[in-house]
């Protein structure tokens, strides 16, 4: 079984910044793609940033030029650099992975817990 763990929200004025991070672990063979989501109340779950395991990136046009995202494949962690916070990013914010535990299985797609971003003066 595959974990993922987040960590590293919480309530931020406008205009700062915050670090998610979310590790993996578990029966863990490879990872493909590594990434994060997010929720805010009343809307529907959508894609923030991705990362492929070869370093290519995927942001939403909300959050580029403010958001990072970065991996480090060694400690099977993704990362979430958020700079000049705005309200409209207070959101559950999810990690997500593509993970392959085994050659004889195709990779399976897990989520984390979620974690909150709360923006607000």
């Known amino acids: 079984q595959v974990q993922l763990v987040e960590s590293g929200g919480g309530l931020v004025q406008p205009g700062g910044a915050l670090r998610l991070s979310c590790a993996a672990s578990g029966r863990i063979l490879s990872i493909d793609a590594m990434g994060w989501y997010r929720r805010a109340p009343g809307k529907q779950r959508e894609s923030v940033a991705t990362?492929?395991?070869?370093?290519?990136?995927n942001y939403a046009d909300s959050v580029k030029g403010r958001f990072t995202v970065s991996r480090d494949n060694a400690k099977k962690t993704v990362y979430l650099q958020m700079n000049r916070l705005k309200h409209e990013d207070t959101a559950v914010y999810y990690c997500n992975a593509d993970v392959r535990e085994s050659f004889l299985r195709p990779s399976q797609n897990y989520w984390g817990q979620g974690t909150q971003v709360t923006v607000s003066s």
């Open positions: 990362m492929t395991s070869g370093g290519s990136t």
